[in-house]
């Protein structure tokens, strides 16, 4: 579903929110309100990174993925499991036995993330041997759709820096197509490409892409139902050795520095967990970090492996992922690298489409009244108390403000505003109560009978 122009895979179920307001702090976009006792999510701020579903204590945050049925539409179909999927299961069970379970849900082949992760790490190598301007640094990775969209909301000016490479995600789709095409004798056009996704960004980034006109992938499935899938077939398949081709060095990107240890080049910063990546995104925009090459920003803590759709501790995938990696570390790429290098120079590689800020703080069509709705703000935010408390249904006092202004919220919304307001309401009314109308006797006034003088009460 698309809602004015976005495409949103974090969903939100009014039954099950309680207007608890946990979700509205750990936005990092400040994109949820709570209103009339429950939650709203802005459309234009979202960036589906999955902190709302993960913090939500009434799960009234979902991610919204593609059903095994989406399948029956492709006469040929392919899996591609991401890297962070290997590290689900338990150590005695060989990425080999998790593709052969895979061919056994339904799928004609499987075509590893990982592999594809190889491949755009030596067209990064290849980007940066480039040489880059000192201005230009440091470079930011593009394989997390959650960063791409926090620095189109909160980060425009830093979107030069992104390098204009597809991810692992849309390349594999690319690449296991064209090999399945050629190696099956079929047209492309019947083969559905289906990633095996951790997050929720990467549902969003393969229904409405960012650097693609069109995405490669035909459908998204959970992480968690296709671990459920290939657990169940795990005793009933060969170990399939033969279809896993993937080194260490790919499979690594499923965790926090995977990417960057993988590159083995320049000065590479890695950050996960949205909110340091913020942190890092900030230094990055005061300039800071110009003597830093690389920047690997992943959303989720860990890394992939610590997304919203996996089901085992990050912590032990972490190690079960470290196991692979020295396991298959020697292991040649599963792709050529001059053909890789070859295929970079010709633009394979290459995003469609430069990304674009995206506008979300908009007081106004009109700029003269935009700057004096701006005027209003600051002297509206002048006026709360500075606490983001968050009682108020937004994530902060500016956020407060803002919403005002757009008439989204009231002044009165805030307690503290509301409180001071009636405190200054009751002394009012206590002042009220003492004051004589001028057309009654004081007797009246004070309720006393007619007739008679009035009581001296000094």
């Known amino acids: 579903m698309t809602q004015g122009g976005y495409f949103h895979s974090v969903r939100l179920d009014l039954d099950k929110c309680k207007g608890c307001t946990n979700c509205i702090k750990r936005c990092p976009v400040e994109a949820i309100r709570v209103r009339e006792g429950k939650a709203q999510i802005m459309e234009e701020r979202c960036i589906d ?22 399948l029956q539409q492709f006469r040929y179909r392919i899996a591609l499991p991401a890297p962070a ?82 991810s692992p995600m849309e390349m594999a789709a690319r690449l296991a197509r064209e090999e399945k095409a050629r190696e099956w004798g079929v047209n492309p056009r019947e083969i559905g ?14 229904k409405q892409p960012e650097g693609s006109l069109v995405s490669s992938v035909d459908g998204v499935l959970s992480m968690s139902t296709m671990y459920a899938e290939v657990l169940r077939r795990l005793a009933d398949v060969n170990p399939g050795t033969e279809l896993h081709r993937s080194s260490g060095a790919g499979i690594g990107w499923g965790m926090a520095g995977g990417e960057g240890r993988a590159l083995g080049t320049g000065t590479v910063l890695a950050v996960d967990g949205i909110h340091n990546v913020v942190a890092v995104l900030e230094e990055v925009e005061r300039g800071t970090l110009s003597d830093v090459d690389f ?32 396991e298959f570390g ?74 005002i202004v757009r008439e989204r919220a009231f002044e009165t919304d805030c307690i503290f505003q509301l409180r001071e307001q009636l405190e200054e309401l009751a002394e009012r009314m206590v002042q009220l109560s003492r004051i004589v109308p001028p057309a009654l006797s004081r007797d009246k006034a004070s309720g006393g009978g007619g007739g008679g003088e009035p009581e001296d009460r000094d």
């Open 49 to 70: 990174c999955g902190e709302c579903v993960r913090v939500c204590p009434n799960h009234a945050k979902y991610v919204v993925t593609d059903g095994l049925d989406r």
């Open 85 to 166: 999927f290997y590290g689900q299961f338990r150590p005695d069970v060989p990425p080999g036995a998790v593709l052969a379970a895979l061919m056994a849900v339904g799928f004609d082949g499987v075509f590893e993330v990982a592999v594809a992760a190889e491949a755009v790490t030596l067209a990064t190598r290849a980007y940066l041997e480039r040489g880059m301007p000192r201005a230009a640094r440091p470079l930011i990775s593009s394989a997390c759709p959650a960063v791409i969209r926090l620095m189109q909301v909160r980060f425009p000016t830093l979107l030069p820096h992104i390098i204009p490479i597809e």
């Open 193 to 206: 490409a289906f990633f095996i996704t951790p997050c929720a960004a990467k549902v969003t980034a393969a």
């Open 295 to 326: 920047v690997e920003a992943q959303a989720c803590v860990g890394g992939c492996i610590g997304g919203p759709l996996t089901v085992q501790n990050p912590f032990i995938s972490r190690v079960r992922m470290r196991r692979l990696v020295e």
């Open 330 to 403: 020697r292991r040649s790429p599963g792709v050529d690298e001059a053909e890789v290098r070859r295929r970079f120079r010709q633009g394979f590689f290459d995003m469609a489409k430069t990304i674009k800020p995206r506008p979300v703080l908009r007081l106004d069509e009109d700029v003269t009244r935009a700057i004096r709705k701006m005027d209003r703000l600051e002297k509206t935010l002048a006026r709360l108390p500075g606490l983001d408390c968050g009682a108020c249904g937004s994530p902060t006092c500016r956020a407060l403000a803002e919403d």
